[in-house]
């Protein structure tokens, strides 16, 4: 940065100080969201079919829990809390990154090779570079189980109660945002691989939607804290019900919500940049 | 100061791959670029030529920061590509390979609108550039064209349009004018003629087109298996390789097969020796002399004289080097 040839050469093509740095990234997803609009009938189609697999979900948990009636010490109003809150968080998640997954595909249309000739990060490119509106319907399942779920559950509202409600979304998105995101990393490893990291990335939204005092041990490590799924929906919703949660997963940890998202976000980078490197062939 | 600085400037650059032996563990190295050195001077204009596989993508990928260097270094517009990556996007445009920069469902009028935000270019500079390219690159018949219906000239000229939107001063091109009719390459050469005598832009273009090199390389690079095997002009080229040239001539009447000429080789004939073709070594004797020898066994009508191609020019450098 000192060097003063470098110095020299930074001034040609360098756009001004005041201007937008959002211009770029407002103008690829403008352009997305005009070309999914002049496809109204997929979209549509594509609208309902989403609301369906949310809904289906939800019927397998309220088979299950018809014949259990309490696991992991909720019921199924309780459980509905944790189906909605992760479900939400995911969709959301999903609308706005979910399309990282398809990067063995961008790798091979030379489309991540472009990204290089751009002047911006590569990882914000690929975030920015679509947006999955369809996706929508499965937020609206999610918000729509939480609304119910708030007025069938005996609930105290306090500050607390609403801070922690924000918490889950806001921080549960994030969580399974970089779910999404350590999955593109390691599939610059494994080109064909996708197969595997779909296996994590769904099944860690599987898992965030179960009751975790269940899980056994190990998972509760895995599951719990290193994919910190349990916080997205499970902790929260205990601490909204006012339930006291299991030994190694209390309801407490959900304040620490912040912290398990500031962690996925470090773990989701570091994978993304060695992923970066073993592309460039740089070692890792 | 940063006149000075070369466009391209390549110190033993180096790149292997391993690549895994089939059904084994083991790994084989294979070395795609090896210890390449060249500079290239700001306004210059060179071709980048060798056969396929020779290594001239990933010396593309490494000057634009794709690639990280097995070792030695490469410095692109003064700048390390891995580490000011971004900077330099500013300042090179760049179509290789099937990568569009285009958005396929998108007009091409879009895609023009979005790269400009992406080079974050004032609107007014963005407008006036937009309507030179269009212009100049005759897109305005397919401006409103959603790109996947384009044609493959069409598209090329699009792709080029898009990289130099932000008035590149290093345009890289891999290969612009494959799959193109002759028409299109002609228009597309005369472009890059007009761009470069008015930008001064440097030009890097790898490409299997002798007159994409004739018409638009001064200086030519040609690349062997990863390895520099030449550099300097396109006749000190032909010249190294010593070609023979190739000179058809049509006679009067039907005539046996001019053998046993002492300044050229009968190759073949036509409509009963009619038309003859004679190999000579330019560097031996003249056209002139092997028209003489011809004249004294017939009467010539017209010749002509073929130029060798380049990958005949390429293949004969390569088939000297080989041990």
Known sequence: ?284 | MSEQVPAIEVDGLTRTFKVRRRGSLLRDVVTAVDDMSFTVQRGESVGYIGANGAGKSTTIKMLIGILVPSNGSARTCGLDPLQQRRRLARRIGVVFGQRSQLWWDLPVRESFAILGEIHRLPKAVARQRTEQLSEQLDMGEYWNTPVRQLSLGQRMRAEIGAALLHSPELLILDEPTIGLDVLSKQRLREFLIAERAEHGTTLLLTTHDMGDIERLCQRVLVVDHGRLAYDGSLPGLAATVDTRRILQIDLAEPTADLTGLGTATHLDSKGDGLRQRLAFDPKRVTVPQVLAEVSARAEVRDLSIEEPGIEEVVRKLYARRVP
């Open chain 1, 1 to 284: 940065m000192a060097d003063p040839s470098t110095f020299a050469a930074t001034t040609a093509g360098e756009p001004a100080k005041t201007d937008n740095r959002w211009r770029p990234y407002r103008a690829v997803l403008a352009s997305r969201l005009r070309s999914q609009r002049s496809y109204r009938t997929s979209f549509r189609f594509d609208m309902v079919g989403a609301m369906l697999a949310g809904l289906v979900q939800l019927g397998e948990i309220w088979v299950v829990f018809h014949n259990a009636k309490v696991l992991g010490g909720l019921d199924f109003n309780a459980i509905l809390l944790v189906f909605g809150l992760a479900n939400a968080a995911w969709a959301i998640a999903e609308v706005a990154v979910g399309h990282v997954d398809s990067l063995p595909a961008l790798i091979r249309a030379g489309t991540v090779d472009v990204y290089y000739l751009r002047p911006q990060p590569l990882l914000a490119q690929l975030i920015t570079g679509d947006i999955q509106l369809r996706r929508l319907a499965r937020v609206a399942v999610g918000l729509i189980c939480v609304v119910a779920a708030l007025i069938v559950n005996p609930i105290q509202w306090t500050v607390a109660t609403v801070v922690m409600l924000a918490f889950s979304l806001l921080f549960g998105t994030v969580i399974f945002a970089c779910l999404f995101v350590t999955a593109a990393g390691l599939q610059f490893f494994l080109i064909n691989g996708s197969e595997a990291t779909n296996a994590f990335v769904y099944g860690g939204s599987y898992a965030s939607q179960q009751p975790a005092a269940i899980w056994p041990g190990p998972m509760k490590i895995i599951f719990g804290f290193l994919f910190p799924m349990a916080f997205c929906a499970y902790l929260p919703a205990l601490q909204i019900l006012g339930l006291p949660g299991s030994p190694l997963l209390p309801a407490w940890l959900a304040w620490l919500l912040p912290v398990a998202a500031a962690w996925a976000v470090l773990a989701a980078g570091a994978v993304w940049r060695i992923g970066v490197r073993h592309y460039q062939g740089g070692g890792g």
